[in-house]
C-alpha cells in the first residue's frame, strides 16, 4: 500500500474513533448513572447497586470506589461523575467550595470506628493504651484518609500516642493486612469489621472516645446524567436504602 | 600408559547431523603435520578436541606421554591444564587489553607476576617485530601485526604442542607471503609437536612435513607435498591438493628454479619467490610443440597415475612437474613410463609470489 | 551530516510512519508536559526540602542502591548460569525469574506477604525460629524492590553473555586460564557495557517502585515512605508537595536513560 495512502488511513480512523466516543456518550449518558463512593461504602452501596437498578431498570450504575480525597481530586479536576459519596464532610465542603455539586450535600449515613484485630487476638489487645506498645505491629489508615483522620482523634481523645508501624493508603488494605495477621491491631470503621468478620475481631472503642464519621452525598454540579444520578441519591436516602445501610452496620443520622 | 613424546591421537567424535569424526594423528617432537581438507571436513573439531575445548566419544589423546582425553579408564584434562598454544583463525586477541596484557595472559593466568609477565612479554614483541607496541591496544593493530600478536600470546606459555587453526586465512594476499615466512622461522624454532590446519594447498606444503588430507571426518591421504600431487587418492585431493609447488629465484626478469629457467608473466623484484602451477596447465607433446611457447623443455616420463578419465603424469627433471590429462590423450601420445616427452607451461599459467 | 545527506535519508522514511510515530511520542510528552504546567516553580525549593520529603529521598536512595547491590551479588550468577549451564527445567527457571517483569507489582507484594510476612508460609517458621519480621521494616521494602528489580539485571546480562562469542572464552582456557580468571579477566570485561546498562535499569525500577513495597512493607515515613509512596499519599491533601516530589522522579528517571543512551539494547 502507498505509503502516503497509509498515513491517511490512519489519521481517519483516529478522527472517527473520536467522533464516536462523542455520539455513544450522548446514547448511553441516559443510561449510565457514574456514582464515585468513598471506599468504606464499596459494599454496601455495591448492595445498593443490584436493589436500585431492579427498582429502576432504566439506569444502570456505575460505581467509582476510591479514598474520598482522590475521588476529590477527580471531580474538581473535572472528571465526569454524577453523584459523590464521601467518608469525610471536609472534602465535600472543599467540593462544594469548587462549586461542583448541584446543591448542599446531605449526611445520608453515619459510622463510627472500632479497634479491629487478627481472629483470636494474637496481640493480646485490650483496648487503645495498647496502640503505644512498640512489640505490637500497629497500623492505621493515612492521616489524609478520613478513616486514618478519624482514628487519631480517637487516640488523641484517649490520649494515646501511638506506635504506628503502617499508614495504610485505605481501610481495606489495612482490613487486608489485619486479616492475614501481619498487623496486630488497627482502627477501622464498624462497618468494616461487620464485613470481615470470621478474619477479624473487633473491641469496642469507649464511647467517650468515640467519633462519629458522617457521610454526606451530593449530585455534583457537571453530572452527565441528573436525572439518574437524582434518583440514586432519593433510593439512597428512602427507606429502603435504609434498610441496606442498617444491614452493613450503618447508622442512620 | 602411551610412552612417547609428541602428540599421539587416535579418536572419534559424533556431532549433530550425523556428522562423524575419525582420525589418527602421530606428531613427533618438532614435526608439523597439516591438516588439508574443505570448509566443514572437520579440522577445527579437531583443534578443539585436542585443545581440550570439547571431548571425544571415542579413543584417546595423549601428549608427551600424558593421557589428555581418554573413554577407557575416563580421563580428561581440562583445557587449562594441557599445555597447548592455540593459534586462531580471527586470532581472537582480547579487544580490552593492550598487546602486552595479551601476550603475557597465559603467563598471568599461571600465577606469574605481573611484572616478570610484562618483561617475558616485551622479549617476545621484540623477536616478532613488535616493538615498542606493548602498550597499543590490539584494535589498533593491522592484520600482520595481530597474527603476530597471537603466534606470541600462544607461544609465550611454552606449550606442550602447537595448534595453529588457519593462521593465515585472516590476512590478505600482500601480507601473507611475509607473515607465512616468519610463521615458518618459529615453526622451526619450536621444538614441540605442531598441527596447522588449513585448506591452502600451499601453505600445508610450505609449512608441514607431512600432509594428512581431511574429507568429511576422515583422513583420506597421508604423505608429503610431492606424493600427494603425483598420486591423489581423491577428487579433493585432485583438485585442490596435487599442485605444483617450486622454489626458485628471481633473476633479471626470469625464474630460476634449481638450475632451470622458467619464463614468467609478472616477476617481481629480485629475490626468492614461490611458483604455483596447476597440473591441467602443464601440457605434454609428442614432439616440440608449434609456436614455440616460451617454457618448453624434453625430458623423460617417471610415473603415470590413473584415475577414472582423467591421468597424472609425473616428471622429475629438470624440475619436478606433474601434469594433468585425460586418459585418451595419454593413448594418443602414447605415452608410458621412460618416453621421451616434451613438456610445456604457459607463462602467464605460472602464478609467481614472493617466498 | 550534510544538509544534501540529511534530506535523503529523512526523504525516505514513509510520512504515514511519522505521523503514528508523532502520537507515540505525544503521549509520552504529554504527562510531562502537565506536570510541568503544574510545578509550583517558586515554592520547589521549600516543598523538595520539607522533612517528608527529605526522609523519602534518603529512604528511596538507600533501598534503591541497596537492591541493586542485592541483584548483582544474586542476579549476576543467575544471569551466567541461565546463559551457560545446560540443566533441565532451564526454560522454567528463567520465566520464574522473570515473572515479576509481567506480574502488576502489587500481586508480587500480596505474594510476598503471604510468603515471608509474619504469619507467611516461610515468615512464620523464621519469625518463631529468629524473630526476623520483614514487613512494615526497611529491610522489609528492600526484599519487595529487589523482587521487582533483579529481573532487570538478569535479562540484560543473561542476554549479553549468550550474544557475546564464546570462542573468546576458549581462547583464554587454551591458554591455562581457570574458569574464575576467564570469567574475571575475559567474560565480564568483554559484557560490561551490557552490565552497567543492567545496573542502570535495575536501579531505576528500583526507585519507581510503589506497588510491591506498599503492599508488603507498608507506610512510614522515615521507615518505610519511599518517594513513589510519598507523592502517592501526598497527592491526596499535598498536591504541590505530589507535583515536586513527581518532577524529581522524572528528571532522576530522565538523566539515568539520556546518560545510558543506545547501549542498554544494544550488543556488546
Redesign the interface.
Known amino acids: 500500500m502507498n505509503?502516503?495512502?497509509?498515513?491517511?488511513?490512519?489519521?481517519m480512523l483516529?478522527g472517527t474513533m473520536a467522533v464516536s466516543g462523542c455520539s455513544d456518550a450522548s446514547e448511553t449518558d441516559s443510561r449510565e448513572v457514574v456514582v464515585s463512593a468513598a471506599a468504606s461504602l464499596s459494599d454496601v452501596f455495591r448492595d445498593m447497586e443490584v436493589s436500585f437498578e431492579r427498582v429502576h431498570p432504566e439506569f444502570d450504575v456505575l460505581l467509582n470506589i476510591g479514598?474520598s480525597?482522590?475521588l476529590r481530586?477527580q471531580i474538581l479536576e473535572g472528571a465526569p461523575a454524577d453523584v459523590f459519596a464521601s467518608a469525610s464532610v471536609a472534602t465535600m465542603d472543599e467540593v462544594v467550595a469548587g462549586g461542583d455539586a448541584e446543591r448542599t450535600a446531605e449526611v445520608f449515613v453515619e459510622n463510627h470506628m472500632v479497634i479491629a484485630v487478627p481472629a483470636g487476638n494474637p496481640g493480646a489487645v485490650i483496648g487503645l493504651e495498647d496502640f503505644a506498645r512498640t512489640d505490637l505491629?500497629v497500623?492505621l489508615c493515612?492521616?489524609?484518609?478520613p478513616c486514618g483522620a478519624f482514628a487519631r482523634q480517637v487516640l488523641a481523645s484517649a490520649d494515646v500516642d501511638p506506635s504506628?508501624?503502617?499508614?495504610?493508603?485505605n481501610v481495606r488494605?489495612l482490613l487486608l493486612?489485619i486479616g492475614?495477621?501481619?498487623?496486630d491491631a488497627g482502627i477501622v470503621y464498624v462497618t468494616d469489621v461487620i464485613s470481615a468478620s470470621g478474619l477479624v475481631d473487633s473491641i469496642t472503642v469507649p464511647i467517650n472516645h468515640d467519633v462519629t464519621a458522617e457521610y454526606p452525598i451530593a449530585l455534583l454540579a457537571s453530572a452527565p446524567n441528573p436525572a439518574g444520578g437524582e434518583a440514586f441519591i432519593r433510593f439512597v436516602t428512602s427507606a429502603e436504602g435504609a434498610a441496606i445501610l442498617e444491614d452493613h452496620g450503618f447508622e442512620l443520622p | 600408559m602411551i610412552d612417547a613424546a609428541g602428540l599421539v591421537a587416535d579418536f572419534g567424535i559424533d556431532r549433530d547431523e550425523g556428522f562423524v569424526l575419525d582420525v589418527s594423528l602421530d606428531i613427533g617432537p618438532g614435526r608439523t603435520v597439516a591438516l588439508l581438507g574443505p570448509n566443514g571436513a572437520g579440522k577445527s573439531t579437531v583443534v578443539a578436541a585436542i585443545a581440550g575445548l570439547i571431548a571425544i566419544d571415542r579413543g584417546s589423546i595423549a601428549l608427551d606421554g600424558t593421557m589428555l582425553d581418554a573413554r577407557r579408564p575416563d580421563v580428561f584434562v581440562a583445557s587449562e591444564e594441557r599445555g597447548v598454544g592455540v593459534m586462531f583463525q580471527d586470532h581472537l586477541l582480547f579487544a580490552h587489553m593492550s598487546v602486552a596484557d595479551n601476550i603475557a595472559f597465559g603467563l598471568r593466568s599461571r600465577g606469574m607476576s605481573a611484572d616478570e609477565a610484562d618483561s617475558v612479554a616485551s622479549e617476545w614483541c621484540d623477536r616478532l617485530d613488535l616493538s615498542g607496541m606493548e602498550n597499543r591496544s590490539v584494535r589498533d593493530l593491522s592484520g600482520g601485526q595481530a597474527q603476530r600478536v597471537a603466534l606470541a600470546r600462544a607461544l609465550a606459555t611454552n606449550p606442550s604442542i602447537l595448534l595453529l587453526d588457519e593462521p593465515l586465512a585472516a590476512l590478505d594476499v600482500t601480507t601473507k607471503a611475509k607473515a607465512r615466512r616468519v610463521l615458518g622461522e618459529h615453526l622451526d624454532a619450536f621444538s614441540g609437536p605442531k598441527l596447522l590446519i588449513t585448506h591452502d594447498p600451499g601453505e600445508a606444503f610450505l609449512l608441514a612435513d607431512e600432509v594428512h588430507v581431511i574429507e568429511g571426518g576422515k583422513i583420506t591421504q597421508v604423505g608429503s607435498a610431492e606424493e600427494i600431487t603425483r598420486s591423489p587418492r581423491t577428487e579433493y585431493a585432485a583438485d585442490l591438493a596435487g599442485t605444483n609447488l617450486l622454489r626458485g629465484e628471481v633473476a633479471d626478469g626470469v625464474v630460476v628454479v634449481g638450475t632451470h629457467v622458467m619464463h614468467v608473466a609478472d616477476s617481481p623484484t629480485d629475490g626468492p619467490t614461490l611458483l604455483t602451477i596447476h597440473p591441467r596447465a602443464v601440457s605434454l607433446h609428442r614432439q616440440r610443440p608449434e609456436g614455440s611457447p616460451r617454457n618448453a623443455w624434453k625430458t623423460t616420463v617417471s610415473h603415470i597415475e590413473t584415475m577414472a578419465d582423467r591421468c597424472r603424469v609425473s616428471v622429475d627433471a629438470p624440475i619436478p612437474l606433474t601434469s594433468e590429462v585425460t586418459t585418451e590423450s595419454v593413448s594418443a601420445l602414447g605415452i608410458e613410463v621412460g618416453s621421451s616427452i616434451w613438456v610445456s607451461v604457459k607463462a602467464t599459467e605460472i602464478d609467481v609470489q614472493r617466498s | 551530516m550534510t544538509d544534501a545527506k540529511r534530506r535523503t535519508s529523512v526523504r525516505r522514511t514513509p510520512v504515514a510512519l511519522f505521523v503514528l510515530a508523532g502520537l507515540g511520542v505525544a503521549l509520552f510528552l504529554l504527562p510531562i508536559v502537565g506536570l510541568i504546567g503544574r510545578t509550583p516553580w517558586s515554592d520547589l525549593p521549600s516543598l523538595l526540602t520539607s522533612d517528608i520529603v527529605v526522609d523519602a529521598i534518603r529512604l528511596s536512595l538507600v533501598v534503591s542502591l541497596g537492591a541493586t547491590a542485592m541483584s548483582a551479588l544474586f542476579g549476576l550468577p543467575l544471569a551466567y548460569v541461565l546463559a551457560r549451564a545446560e540443566f533441565k527445567g532451564r526454560t522454567l527457571v528463567r520465566s520464574l525469574v522473570l515473572l515479576p517483569l509481567v506480574l502488576p507489582p502489587v500481586v508480587g507484594g500480596a505474594a510476598l506477604l503471604f510468603a515471608i510476612g509474619r504469619r507467611g508460609v516461610i515468615g512464620e517458621p523464621l519469625y518463631s525460629l529468629t524473630g526476623l519480621v520483614l514487613p512494615f521494616s526497611t529491610w522489609g521494602v528492600l526484599v519487595a524492590v529487589t523482587f521487582v528489580s533483579m529481573p532487570f539485571l538478569v535479562i540484560t546480562v543473561e542476554g549479553a553473555l549468550r550474544n557475546m562469542d564464546q570462542r573468546y572464552e576458549h581462547a583464554a582456557s587454551s591458554l591455562g586460564a581457570g574458569a574464575w580468571t576467564v570469567l574475571r579477566r575475559v567474560t565480564l570485561p568483554m559484557i560490561w557495557p551490557s552490565v552497567i546498562a543492567g545496573f542502570a535499569l535495575t536501579w531505576a525500577r528500583a526507585l519507581g517502585e510503589f506497588g510491591a513495597t506498599i503492599t508488603f512493607a507498608g507506610n512510614l515515613q522515615g521507615r518505610t515512605q519511599t518517594l513513589p509512596l510519598a507523592v502517592f499519599v501526598a497527592l491526596e491533601t499535598d498536591r504541590d508537595t505530589a507535583i515536586a516530589v513527581s518532577l524529581i522522579m522524572v528528571v532522576i528517571s530522565m538523566t539515568v536513560l539520556v546518560l545510558l543512551r543506545d547501549r542498554w539494547w544494544r550488543p556488546t
Do not use: C, H, R
Open positions: 505509503a502516503t495512502i497509509l498515513g491517511w488511513v490512519a489519521l483516529a479514598g480525597a482522590a481530586e505491629f497500623g493515612a492521616e489524609s484518609v504506628v508501624d503502617s499508614n495504610e493508603p488494605s493486612k492475614l495477621g501481619e498487623i
